[in-house]
């Protein structure tokens, strides 16, 4: 049974910092494209940040230069870096993982992340 499990969310104040963190299990980890999406209230799911398997990242405008993905194979457990966090961060954030070889992507339930002073 494939299970992606996210933490890390909770409130920070307008400028903090956040670490992200989704754990996978039930797949060969290593073999996977990793994703983090976004999601705010009324809004659709956004892709926030991905990394390949062997390790190239790419990212929205919206989170250059503030957050950084990055996966640890050896943990199964892919990060998202929040640096600079703005209000509009605000969201549920998902992680997914992708491979050529299956259907649709792999979801976890996803983490609160509230920024507000």
């Known amino acids: 049974q494939v299970q992606l499990v996210e933490s890390g969310g909770g409130l920070v104040e307008p400028g903090g910092s956040l670490r992200l963190s989704c754990r996978a299990s039930?797949?060969?980890?290593?073999?996977?494209?990793l994703d983090w999406h976004r999601q705010a209230p009324g809004n659709q799911r956004e892709l926030v940040a991905a990394?390949?398997?062997?390790?190239?990242?790419t990212y929205t405008d919206s989170a250059k230069g503030r957050f950084t993905i990055s996966r640890d194979n050896a943990k199964n457990t892919v990060y998202l870096e929040m640096n600079s966090l703005k209000p509009e961060d605000t969201s549920i954030y998902y992680c997914?993982?992708?491979?050529?070889?299956?259907?649709?992507?792999?979801w976890g339930q996803g983490t609160q992340v509230t920024v507000s002073s």
């Open positions: 990394i390949t398997s062997g390790g190239i990242t």
């Open positions: 997914s993982a992708r491979a050529p070889w299956i259907a649709r992507p792999y």
């Open positions: 039930g797949i060969r980890f290593s073999s996977y494209m």
